[in-house]
């Protein structure tokens, strides 16, 4: 039966666990579900630990590592076009449905899960408005505070305040937030600054830093599928990876084609989310030679990638946060539409010398195997970006549950 705002059961924050939800909409690859994973297995690390509920947007989010305490809803999912439209991915052409379907759902979870934190990641009224609903359910009720967290770059700063505005997305942050998390650096770039957002969202958006995704490396699983990818082969290898894979085919054509250096072999993981067609295309690429393996999906590659003597891969947030945690040297290949976020960013690090980057209409077989075969770059990014995300989210959401709810008070008091 479904929940409605009015059916909600009465408030228990008498209770000594702490209850959190953490959503994410995933139109396009894993990034926001892996932010969120890193996300909750830092919360489970806050004494008591609190029970986390994470709702997600892609079937695949059930391949996953969950953290002891931490279950998974997943919804039917959106599939996002090269031009940014939405549609389903797999339950017909009929948009608004789906929408309902998933507005529905996530109102009655979060609601029958009464929360005392939610974060939303990236969207602040849900994709395609789905969580207008329960925002004004939660506002009614005034009992879960919420906090919006946003990836270091969303896109150029004249489209950035377009598109809020149009979505009304300052107005939803003024009426529904208590405060915005933003998972960068401002010494690297600052969101609220290059995009004029400090005077609309009125003090709300507070730095924390990049995630440190090194944490991984402990996971149980993580050193045994890189052993089961790598089996007895000794030789070093340039791991290339395209995200969920959707729009990764041309970078994999390239690295399959690619001149490797000496001794070196390539492994190439496509994603689960790239067209049957499209990967079966590459697949002879990959058996014509004894120097590469393809890979269709790997659920924890970060072993993997910390192996790695280099890697290949495009530059969605998820993905920078890796390379720059584990130091590999890495050429990004970044998305240049719907969005210029994976550009913007690509193009900063490489300026500091963080990364190499290559402009997707300069990609080649050729351009790939000279970066490859050339001279390592030095440099360590964990010492020059705050990467202490996960404690500083820790000490704020610890700082919320502590507090009564008044929404606004804890950013404009700190």
């Not at 590592?65 to 991915?89: F, H, I, N, Q």
Request: with cysteine.
């Amino acid at each position: 039966m479904f929940v409605s705002a009015g059916s909600r059961p009465h408030s228990q924050r008498a209770r000594h666990i702490s209850r959190i939800v953490l959503y994410s909409h995933d139109t396009l690859g894993y990034g926001h579900l892996r932010r969120n994973l890193l996300i909750a297995s830092a919360l489970r690390g806050l004494d008591p630990a609190p029970d986390i509920l994470m709702i997600a947007g892609m079937r695949e989010a059930g391949a996953f590592e969950l953290p002891p305490g931490v279950d998974l809803m997943t919804l039917p999912a959106y599939e996002k076009g090269s031009d940014g439209s939405y549609r389903p991915r797999d339950l017909g052409g009929d948009l608004p449905a789906l929408v309902r379907v998933r507005a529905q759902a996530i109102q009655a979870a979060v609601l029958a899960f009464d929360p005392d934190l939610m974060i939303v990641d990236n969207v602040p009224r849900g994709a395609q408005t789905e969580l207008d609903p329960l925002l004004e359910a939660l506002k009614r009720f005034r009992s879960t505070r919420l906090v919006l967290g946003l990836r270091d770059v969303i896109d150029r700063p004249e489209i950035v305040r377009r598109q809020w505005q149009e979505q009304r997305n300052f107005e939803a942050i003024r009426d529904f937030y208590d405060d915005i998390w933003i998972y960068g650096d401002p010494s690297f770039y600052d969101l609220l600054k290059d995009c004029r957002l400090e005077a609309p969202l009125a003090g709300r958006g507070r730095f924390v830093g990049y995630l440190d995704h090194r944490t991984r490396l402990a996971l149980p699983g993580a050193a045994q599928i890189r052993d089961a990818v790598l089996g007895n082969d000794p030789r070093p290898y340039i791991l290339c990876a395209v995200g969920g894979g959707r729009d990764g085919a041309a970078l994999c054509e390239a690295f399959l084609r690619a001149e490797l250096p000496e001794g070196h072999r390539g492994i190439l993981v496509t994603g689960s989310q790239m067209p049957g067609l499209l990967r079966d295309n590459l697949r002879p690429w990959a058996e014509a030679r004894e120097d590469m393996m393809l890979l269709d999906f790997v659920a924890e590659p970060i072993a993997l990638m910390a192996g790695a003597a280099r890697i290949v891969a495009m530059g969605g947030y998820n993905t920078i946060c890796e390379v720059l945690s584990l130091g590999v040297p890495s050429l990004i290949v970044p998305r240049v539409t719907p969005r210029a976020e994976q550009l913007l960013r690509a193009e900063l690090l490489e300026e500091r010398g963080l990364i190499a980057m290559l402009r997707p209409e300069n990609l080649s077989a050729e351009a790939l195997g000279e970066w490859m075969r050339a001279a390592p770059p030095g440099g360590c990014a964990r010492l020059m970006l705050d990467m202490g995300a996960q404690g500083n989210i820790c000490a704020l959401a610890e700082q919320m549950l502590a507090q009564p709810h008044a929404p606004g008070a804890l950013c404009a008091a700190s």
